[in-house]
């Protein structure tokens, strides 16, 4: 049998179906995470809700978590959905998949007015910066001056999705790049850990219309500026372990709650 989780669940028991989105798409590596880091935190599928709206990112709730609840909206109003069925069933965990064209343009009333709300929710923005389901036109989070694989530099200022969820006072706002597992499943576990409204903008290179080098969302942009500051990693909430008591000369092997065992011994 293979590594379990907390709860005696196999890894295998959070994958979903086959991905059908290209061969390379940075959202398949977010959907790897989302899996691990629900795995990690031992939530059980079967208290998880998927929420979606319409896009390539919209998708990927099909690829992960086959065992828990899942909706898909209409385009650009999740959260309002995400609302209604928050208000139904508080006991369920909300991860909201959403993309920069169903968040940042059709989707932007509904993305503040949850911020607002400070709905119970992990809310991932599976960034590329151009409409891939439509042929790669530029997106509202695609930087002024950057260049996708063919056509004319981007003309127009960017929408920063983080910057206006903490002007509107979200508690939680990461962002990370498709390609850093540890460093995006840390922000996950914890997205997935914090009550209230969590917000990660994921930059995810889009294999097929702006992963070349003079888009400032490709693999090699970032490759090619990334700062690394800190480390960033999870330390899950966990219950005190009950005191111990040791006769003198004695010793005692206490469980920890990653497993492992502690021998204190008395001198």
Known sequence: MGKVNKIDLPLDDYKGGKSTLCPGCGHDAISSVIMK????????????????????SS????YFLQKS??????????????????????NLNFLAVSGDGDTASI??????????????????????????????????????????RKGSPNEQKEIDLCA???????????????????????????GMSHRGMAVIDVISPCVTFNNNEESYKSLQYVKNNNEELHSLDY??????IEEIEIPSGGYKEVKLHDGSYLRLETI
Request: a positive charge; charged letters at 15%.
């Open 235 to 240: 330390i899950p909430h966990f219950n005190p």
């Open 69 to 90: 609840h899942g909706f898909n909206t209409a385009h650009g109003r999740m959260p309002s959905v995400t609302t209604g069925a928050n208000m139904a069933n508080k």
């Open 164 to 190: 206006m969820a903490i002007n509107l006072g979200c508690a939680f706002v990461a962002r990370s790049f498709s390609g850093s597992r540890k460093q995006l499943t840390a922000l996950i576990r914890a």
């Open 107 to 148: 989707g932007i009333g509904q993305f503040i007015h949850a911020i607002r709300r400070n709905l119970n929710m992990l809310y991932i923005v599976e960034n590329n910066g151009v409409y891939g389901l439509t042929k790669g036109q530029y997106s509202a989070t695609a930087e002024k001056g950057t260049q996708k």
């Open 37 to 56: 880091a629900a795995w990690e935190n031992a939530i059980p599928p079967e208290g998880i809700a998927k929420m979606s709206g319409i896009g390539c």
């Open 59 to 62: 998708k990927t709730p099909a």
